[in-house]
């Protein structure tokens, strides 16, 4: 590794994200750009340096969704990496590693979670609840794969929980 490659790597952040699901249901993060495009993401941030991945998820849910632990019908299990390396609006790096985990709900639990999510770089994002087969029309970043999921439960293998890269040629920031 050059010490460019080695500058490069540093440069790399990761976030988590939580595909929440309340039964059949989707948690996402709904805002609108200055052009009145609606968008969707999916809960989640960046990870601190040293940070360990669990608690950077359970830290982000917590912070943007009001989830605590006890909220949990189960541990979350990891689903999809994904390498996006697009320009964007704002300071961020351009290169993040994307680690998606389902989180699934208790029953009774939604009612009381948030209903907005205030990021200080983008602004008030409205929580809004989705089928996850209804979400492939959706402009969700990161783009991941979630109406092809043959079920809320479903697994996915190794092979897919790969995506595809991301970068300007692939992706374009509303």
């Known amino acids: ?9 540093h440069q790399i952040k990761i976030r988590v994200a939580g595909l ?3 039964g059949r249901d989707v948690a996402l993060i709904q805002r609108t750009n ?7 993401a999916l809960p989640g941030g960046n990870v601190e340096p040293a940070e360990p991945l669990p608690g950077a998820l359970r830290r982000e849910l917590q912070e943007e969704l009001g989830v605590v632990a006890e909220d949990l019908a ?4 990891f689903m999809w990496l994904l390498d996006a390396m697009v ?13 998606v985990y389902r989180v699934r709900l208790r029953p009774g639990v939604r009612p009381r979670l948030k209903a ?6 983008v602004g008030r994002g409205e929580v809004v609840w989705v089928p996850f087969d209804q979400t492939g029309d959706l402009a969700l970043f990161p783009p991941v794969p979630i109406a092809g999921l043959a079920s809320s439960d479903a697994c996915v293998d190794a092979g897919s929980a ?3 890269a991301l970068d300007d040629s692939s992706y374009r920031w509303l």
């Open 34 to 40: 200055g052009q009145g495009v609606v968008h969707h």
């Open 87 to 99: 320009s964007r609006p704002g300071s961020t790096p351009p290169r993040k590693l994307h680690i």
């Open 162 to 164: 790969m995506l595809p």
């Open 1 to 9: 590794m050059t010490n460019d490659d080695a500058a490069a790597f």
């Open 74 to 77: 189960e541990p979350p299990r």
């Open 20 to 22: 929440v699901l309340d």
């Open 116 to 121: 907005f999510e205030d990021d200080d770089s």
